[in-house]
Every structure is written in C-alpha cells, then in structure tokens.
C-alpha cells in the first residue's frame, strides 16, 4: 500500500491546503513541505525492492472485464522519477515559503502545487498506458491553474491558456495512440506492451501510432515546432517555474519517450520523428537563449535546449544513447532547479529580472552569486560539474553514431555548435547580472535573502558538485538500477570516470567551452557598438529567425479556427429552437430509417396480438390530449400544458398496462415534476401579439410549415411504433443479456427488481456517471439563472405599466404567492413529511419492488417544491437546515463510497458488497452496499431537481411579485367609488 499512499497524501494535501485559511502561509508550508518530505521518504524506503531490476506493484480492481484496473508500478526508472518529483517539490515547497507575499491568495497556491505533484507521481507510478493518460491530463489542467496563478495579469492568463491548449491537444492525440497501441500488444499494461515489442514494429499500424504518441510527447517537453508555449509559461510564479522545468511537467514527455523506448525504439522512422524534432529543438533552443533580456526567458529557452538534447539521445536508437539521457535528466533537474531558484531570488530582492538592468550583485549578494555560478557553470558543462559528465557521454554518442553517412559529420559539428551556444549563454547569464559595476537604477536595495530561502538551492548545488567529482560514490548505483530496469539484459557497459584520457568527446567539451567564451565576447561587443550607436537601447537586437513568433502563429491559427467556426455557425445553426428541433428530428428518423432497413421481412409477418377496447380507448384518450396540447400551444399555454400531462398519464397507465410497474412509477414522478417545471417557465415567455401585417406576411410561411412539420411528426410516430412492435414482438432470445439480467438478478445482485438491480448493480458504473451529469447540469442551471433577472416584457403585465417604471418589490419578503392558496396552506404543508416518508419507503423497498433512489428522490423533490409555492421562498429557505448542494454532495460522496468499499473485499469497483449484522431484538439485518449506492441516487437526484426548480421558481416568484405588486400600486392610485 505504500504505493498508493504515496499518490494518495499530495491529493489528500491538496484538499486541506485549499480549506486554510488565507493568512495561515506558515501553516500551508509545513503541511505542504510534511507532505512532499513524507513522500521523498516513502520513495526512498522502496528503492531495495526495486534494486536488482525489481518492481513494486499494487492492483486495485476496476474494469476487470474490459482490461482495465488502478495499477500502479514502481520500477527503478519510476523509482528515479518519483524521487525527483517528490524530492525537488520539497525543496520547492520551502522555497516558495519566503517567495510567496503575505498578500498572495497563499492555500490557492499550495493546494494546485500538491494537486501537481499527485498528477505527475499519477504519471511516473501508471502501469497501465490508459491511466497514465488521465494522470497526463491532469497534469496539464494543475500546470494551467499555476501558471495562471496570478491571473490578474494579462500574460499569466495568455501562457497558461496556451500551455493548457498545445498540451491538452497533444495529451488527446497521445489517447489515441495509446488506444492503438494497446490495441496491438493484445494488453493496455506496460508488460504486455513490453512483451510485444517485435510484434508492434512490424504492425501496419505502427506509424499512425508512433506518430500520435510522439506528438503527445513533444507538446509536453515542448520540442520543435510546439517550443512557444513554455516561455510563455514564465508567467508562472518562480517555485511554480522551477518545479515545472526541473522535475515535472516538461520532464513528463521525455520520460514517456524513454518509457517506452525498449517498444517503440529501433526503426527509422522513430529516429526521424524523435531524434529531428531533437536535433532542431538542441539548436533552436540555445540559439535563442542567446537573445533574451529576461532571466526566467534565458532559463525557458535552455530547458527548451536541453530537452532536445535529451530528445535527439532517446531518438538515436542506441542503449548507450538511452544511459546518457537518463543522465543527463537527473542533471538538468538539479542545476535548472538551482538557477531559477536564484532568478527567484534575484527578481525578489531587487525587484527585476531584466539583465540589461541587472549589474554587480556579487557585492550585494555573494552567496546567491555563487549558488547561481556553480549550477550555471553544471549547465555549461565545465569539469567537475554533473552536467560535465553528462555533455562528455552525448558527445560520445554523437561521435559513435552509426546511422546515414550524411550525419556522420553534421551530427558532431550541431552538438559542438548547441554546447558554444550553452556555453555562451551560461555565462551572459552570470556575468551580465553578478559581475560589472552595481547597478543604480533597481527598483529595491539588493540585499541577501533568508538563508532558508538559500537552503533548497545550496543543496541543489551541493549535489551538482558531488555527482560531478565523485560520481561513482553517488549517482552511479542509481543510474544502474535506472537503466537496467528499463533495458534489462541489455544494458550497455559504461563509466562514469571523470578522466578517459585525451580523446574526441573531450576535445569537443574543449572547442564548446572556448567557443562559447568567444561567442559570448564577440556578443558583448556587438551589443556596446549597438549602444553606442543608439543611445538608450537595452538589450541584444534579434536576428530575423525571431520575427517569426511561436505565439503569433499561434494566435493566427486559434483565431482563424474561432472565425471558421463562428462562420459555420451563423450558416448551418440558429438560435431558434424549432429549426434545431427539426434537424434533430431528421437525423433520428435518418438512424430508425437505415435500422429498419436491415428487418427481415419475416419480422413484419408475426402474428398480431388481440386489441383490448379498454386499451384502444387509453390510447385514443392520449392521442387527443397531445393533438389538443399542439392546437392550444398557440391560444392558450395552460391549456396545452394540461392536455400534454394528460397524454403524459396515459403513457404512464400504458406502462402499468403492460407490466412495467418501475416504468410507470418513474414516468408519473417525471411527469409531476415536468408539468410543474413547464408551468414555472411559462411565465418568462412573452405574450404573443402580431398585427395584421404580420398574419398576413407570414400566413404562407406558416402554413408551409405546418404541414411540413405534421408530415415529419407523423413519420417520426410510425417510426417509433414500428421500432416499439419489433421489440414487443420479437421472440425470446434464450441467450441474450435480458436472459441474463433475469436470472442473475436475484443470486449476484441479491434483488427481485430487476430493473433496480441492473441500475445499481450491473450498470452502476454507468448509473454513477449519469447522476453525475444531472448534478453538472443542475450546478449550470442555478449558476445560469442566480445572475439572470426576467425582463419586463416577459412578465405579461400591460403595456402601459410597463412604461410606468415601477421597482419591484424587493425579494425577501415573507410572502406566498397569490393565487396558490386554494388549498389550505396547513394541509400543503402537511404533505412534505408524507413525501418524505413515502420517498424513503420507496427507496428502501426499491431493490425487490417498484421504486428506487431516483423515483424517491423526485418525490421528496415534489413534496419540497409544493412548500415553496404555498409557503414563499423565504419562508422555506429560512427553515432549511440543509441546501440541495449539500444534498447533491452527500449522493456523490455516497455513491463513491458504495464503489470503494468494494475495494475492502477486493472486488472491482462498485461491486456489492453485503454482510448480515445480528442486531438485539431485530435479529440478523442484511446490509448491502447498493443500498448505500441507492441512497447517493436519491439524494443526488432529490437536491438536483430541487435546486433546478428553486431557481427557477425565484425568478417566477420575483415576476409573480413584481406583477401583484403593480397591480396594488394601480389600484391604490384610482379614486375610490363614492368618496369613501
């Protein structure tokens, strides 16, 4: 369980961060730092079960039948992850302590950060490709609440809209190949993809997939051509940029790519799309990263380098390759970490970031000046450093590469040309802001932070040192259990030494090493030339490359997909519902039409059963009532509202007539609320007035319509009745899924309702998603009408008091409405105690007789509303212990926890469970899951109707009001008969 604990407790954390209280930043840090540092030690207590190519599993049931469970799996490679994911998130938590202000929405913060840090643990512990997917997603969804953090800004809102919208696109196309991919190992876990390898590769299918998962990949770790988003995502605060570039979000693609390597690793074709989109990301990014003035932007661009370094070595097809690029992962988290640690650091004490600006804080600042030298000199790749050893092992890789000839020499001079690059802009970055004379222009003193605040980047640094002067005391055990649990017996030989003698990957560091002190000299001076010539001029001028901006092709495209769409709507849609009623009405006659088609003849051949005259009248009874509900629809609303009630009581005896008795309790539920909800809205729509004109402009148009519309209704009614005669008529299949739910309904779902027992039981899976969406659509519907206020000429009151401008009567008065009175209040009031008892006897007695949680939850509902409009809203709302949000809570709460206590038995998930209590005086009580399944279905679809009838009943009581009220005042204004 100490897997899922350790994917548990940032969840967990993340709840109870969001529940503090504002000013309550020290509290939020140490449960957040609790958290992760609980984590990191969980990790670590598992590495001797993962060492020696071992994995840690745990399997909680789930879909069982469809291959799918909550699997989680800890290898080494996982283990590595996990242990940066939680490790750094500890240091960033401390760091973010003394970042954060006072004044910063702090609990928000913390609670996405460890809502974060779960989806990417999520991600690196899935054992299964499906889950890993939704970890993926979630993960973009936590990154775009952080980087959106300060959404006051136009820039943070801009960043994290297109993160969330590249990554968010990628992680669908990454679904789909996972479907495929699954789809062609005969499994959806990583062992069967693994076991399958050979027989992936040779697939017909195996391009379209690679394709698809390469491009869920490369929009995450941002790789050529979707670099744009992660500058972009600067915007974010600096804990939030240091995680996201060091052990996160950006890291999620090049894990996926080296996760999957010993599947999907070893064609041509997954050296063009992985090790291209590499290579040109290698030198895009550094090149770039010469150019900016901001640090953060200094910093996105290397990432965005070093990621394709890492890239272009998981795209050469080498095991050696592999080994350097889990390396150089683990490298690039520690110094990248350190880095914007101290840009965070920097920007808080001196109030900028911009290196134009930026001059001599080694005197202010020595100690974060020499933090800041030490990770940027690891990044550059100098001796003795991490990323020394890491650059040494890619250069050696490029140098062995044995693909195409034509890259046996390009391939060596773009790694030399991408480490100048690296070189060059490591140094601007610590000599333009840390050397030089002092600054005078800064907006705050620069002084030294909190040494806590140093704490998280001089560890980070320390760890640089280490790994890179002592690598086989440190990094290299790791890197062995790493590498061997993803490549096993393949796992090439390799040395970590820091000295193997004077040789080409060595001579290569040297040439980059000097060739970027150069570049970054020849820079220099071309930027004081520039200055002189044009006083007042920050900064490095752009070359050509960046007048082509990733966020301004970005911003064409989403804006000329936002046109196209706006055009297709105004062509092919409308805002009246009848044209979208027809077009729905069409297409059903379309699909029943291409249905019937197949029906064999013999089907129309069976012989017909006797018509009852009592049944015959029913039906008749019902036609008129609907034919009578469309004639009066035009005349008088309330008349067509009783006729279509009455049609729908004849559907409900219809159901009763041919023993469907859960059918017809349903539908007579239903129909009481429906009526009620129509009569609710009828008060919004506007009287209908037309002149002569009109008639007569649209006598033709509306003629034509009629008939069209009678000719689509009669055929839509002889649709369904010849598809309602097939299934009546149809023979008994013995081995059908009806058969089934017949004879398993008792012994597996331990109920006689059969109906119940496939909603809650069989189906309940299903059943929880739709209860799910009733309560999202409920949630719009109250969110919707709480800010819309009816207008006045929806309220049918006369023109002419609709120009006196009277304000309507405020909405808290304790009054009823009038007219509802008809019946004594007392006795209305009465019946929500007999609904409630009714309700519960339904729902109890639902899993072996009529009933259920949905026909009671509408009957507690009915009663509820009947209070409402004898009693006044605020004369309920005042007596209301508990809201229907609440309610629609407790059923979602209730319905999942059905589902996991089946997880107690080790059975999938919402599988019943039941046990027989002995009880004092009552004897043994049989207890069952589904009850408590049923009771989530009742209050959910009680508090749903309820708070989707109270709004709406608000807004007709503030009209009804507004309308009594006026009349009042009209009346009050005439003279009174006779002087009195």
């Known amino acids: 369980m100490t897997l899922l604990l350790i994917l548990i407790l940032p969840i967990l954390g993340s709840v109870c961060a969001a529940l503090q209280?504002?000013?309550?930043?020290?509290?939020?840090?140490?449960?957040?730092?609790?958290?992760?540092?609980?984590?990191?030690?969980?990790?670590?207590?598992?590495?001797?079960?993962?060492?020696?190519?071992?994995?840690?599993?745990?399997?909680?049931?789930?879909?069982?039948?469809?291959?799918?469970?909550?699997?989680?799996?800890?290898?080494?490679?996982?283990?590595?992850?996990?242990?940066?994911?939680?490790?750094?998130g500890a240091l960033v938590v401390l760091y973010a302590r003394y970042y954060m202000s006072a004044e910063d929405p702090v609990p928000r913060f913390f609670s996405f950060l460890l809502a974060f840090m779960a989806a990417m643990l999520g991600v690196v512990l899935s054992g299964n490709v499906l889950q890993l997917v939704f970890f993926?997603?979630?993960?973009?969804?936590?990154?775009?609440?952080?980087?959106?953090?300060?959404?006051?800004?136009?820039?943070?809102?801009?960043?994290?809209?297109m993160a969330m919208i590249v990554t968010v696109s990628g992680g669908l196309c990454l679904l789909a190949g996972?479907?495929?991919?699954?789809?062609?190992?005969?499994?959806?876990?990583?062992?069967?993809?693994?076991a399958a390898a050979d027989q992936i590769k040779a697939h017909p299918w195996y391009p379209p997939m690679l394709i698809l998962v390469?491009?869920?990949?490369?929009?995450?770790s941002a790789q050529f051509p979707f670099h744009f988003w992660l500058p972009h995502a600067m915007a974010a605060p600096t804990p939030v940029s240091a995680y996201l570039h060091s052990a996160t979000m950006v890291k999620a693609g090049v894990f996926l790519l080296a996760r999957l390597w010993p599947a999907l690793a070893g064609t041509d074709l997954w050296f063009g799309l992985i090790g291209g989109a590499g290579l040109a990301t290698l030198l895009l990014g550094a090149y770039a990263a010469l150019y900016q003035q901001d640090m953060k932007g200094i910093l996105a661009y290397s990432t965005i380098s070093h990621l394709g370094l890492i890239t272009l070595l998981l795209g050469m097809n080498s095991t050696l390759a592999l080994v350097a690029a889990v390396f150089h992962i683990v490298n690039h988290a520690t110094f990248k970490a350190s880095l914007f640690m101290a840009t965070g650091i920097v920007d808080h004490e001196t109030g900028t970031r911009d290196v134009g600006r930026l001059s001599g804080l080694r005197r202010a600042m020595p100690l974060t000046a020499t933090l800041a030298t030490v990770a940027a000199a690891a990044m550059a790749g100098v001796p003795l450093l991490n990323g020394f050893l890491s650059k040494e092992m890619f250069f050696q890789e490029i140098v062995l590469f044995s693909g195409r000839p034509s890259l046996a020499l390009g391939l060596p001079l773009a790694a030399v040309l991408a480490g100048t690059f690296s070189v060059a802009y490591s140094l601007r970055f610590i000599h333009q802001v840390f050397f030089g004379r002092p600054a005078t222009d800064l907006p705050l003193t620069p002084h030294e932070p909190p040494r806590w605040m140093l704490l998280p980047s001089a560890l980070l640094v320390l760890a640089c040192v280490l790994v890179g002067s002592v690598p086989g005391l440190t990094v290299a055990p790791l890197l062995e259990t790493v590498t061997r649990s993803i490549l096993g017996a393949d796992t090439p030989h390799y040395s970590l030494a820091i000295w193997h003698g004077f040789n080409l990957p060595l001579a290569m560091s040297l040439i980059a090493l000097v060739g970027g002190i150069a570049l970054y000299r020849v820079l220099l001076v071309l930027h004081r030339r520039a200055a002189r010539r044009a006083s007042g001029v920050q900064g490095y001028h752009q070359p050509w490359l960046f007048r082509i901006d990733g966020r301004s092709v970005f911003d064409v495209t989403l804006n000329s997909i936002k046109a196209a769409a706006e055009a297709l709507v105004q062509r092919a849609s409308t805002r009246r519902l009848q044209p979208q009623l027809f077009v729905l009405v069409v297409l059903c006659l379309v699909a029943v039409g291409m249905s019937l088609s197949g029906t064999a003849e013999s089907a129309w051949r069976l012989p017909a059963t006797p018509l009852n005259p009592a049944f015959a009248l029913l039906w008749i009874v019902g036609a008129a009532c609907a034919m009578g509900a469309a004639r009066q629809a035009k005349y008088h609303r309330l008349a067509a509202l009783m006729l279509s009630g009455g049609a729908g009581l004849c559907t409900c005896l219809t159901f009763v007539w041919l023993s469907a008795p859960d059918l017809a309790l349903t539908q007579l539920a239903i129909e009481v609320v429906t009526v009620v909800l129509l009569l609710l809205g009828l008060r919004w729509l506007p009287r209908r007035i037309e002149s002569d004109a009109d008639r007569q402009r649209t006598a033709l148009r509306t003629r034509w319509r009629r008939r069209r519309d009678f000719a689509l209704a009669g055929l839509g009614g002889a649709g369904m009745a010849a598809l309602t005669y097939l299934m009546l008529s149809r023979p008994a299949i013995v081995d059908g899924v009806a058969a089934y739910f017949v004879e398993a309904a008792l012994p597996l779902g331990g109920g006689r309702n059969i109906v119940n027992v496939i909603l809650v039981d069989f189906r309940g899976f299903d059943t929880m998603g739709e209860i799910t969406v009733?309560?999202?659509?409920?949630?719009?519907v109250f969110a919707l009408l709480r800010r819309f206020r009816p207008a006045p000429e929806s309220m049918e009151l006369p023109r002419q008091q609709q120009q006196q401008g009277i304000a309507p009567i405020p909405t808290g008065e304790d009054v009823a409405v009038p007219?509802?009175?008809?019946?004594?209040?007392?006795?209305?009031?009465?019946?929500?105690?007999?609904?409630?008892?009714?309700s519960v006897f339904v729902l109890l007695k639902g899993h072996n007789q009529p009933g259920g949680g949905f026909v009671g939850g509408l009957i507690l509902a009915t009663g509820a509303l009947l209070q409402y409009m004898v009693g006044g809203i605020v004369w309920v709302e005042k007596r209301t212990l508990i809201h229907p949000q609440t309610w629609m809570a407790a059923g979602l709460i209730c319905a999942g926890g059905a589902g996991l206590l089946a997880l107690a038995i080790d059975a999938p998930f919402l599988s019943s469970a039941a046990?027989?209590?002995?009880?004092?005086?009552?004897?043994?009580?049989?207890?069952?899951?589904?009850?408590l399944f049923d009771l989530g279905v009742y209050l959910l679809v009680a508090g749903a109707t309820i708070l989707m009838l109270v709004a709406i009943a608000h807004q007709t009581l503030r009209s009804h009001h507004y309308h009594f009220h006026r009349l009042e005042q009209q009346a009050q204004r005439q003279p009174v008969p006779g002087g009195e």
């Open 136 to 161: 993926w997603e979630l993960t973009s969804l936590s990154s775009f609440m952080l980087i959106a953090y300060w959404h006051h800004r136009v820039d943070a809102r801009r960043g994290a809209r």
């Open 819 to 838: 007219g509802y009175r008809v019946v004594p209040t007392a006795v209305l009031r009465l019946l929500l105690p007999i609904a409630g008892l009714i």
């Open 214 to 220: 390469a491009l869920g990949a490369l929009t995450k």
């Open 21 to 88: 209280p504002a000013n309550a930043r020290n509290a939020e840090a140490w449960l957040s730092g609790l958290i992760a540092l609980t984590c990191t030690a969980l990790v670590i207590s598992l590495y001797p079960q993962v060492a020696n190519e071992g994995v840690v599993r745990l399997t909680i049931a789930w879909l069982p039948s469809l291959g799918l469970d909550f699997y989680l799996r800890m290898d080494g490679f996982a283990w590595l992850f996990a242990l940066l994911i939680s490790g750094i």
């Open 178 to 194: 996972m479907l495929l991919l699954g789809h062609m190992a005969g499994g959806y876990t990583l062992e069967a993809i693994f």
């Open 774 to 780: 009733v309560g999202v659509v409920a949630l719009t």
């Open 915 to 931: 046990v027989d209590l002995p009880l004092p005086l009552l004897g043994p009580v049989h207890l069952s899951s589904v009850l």
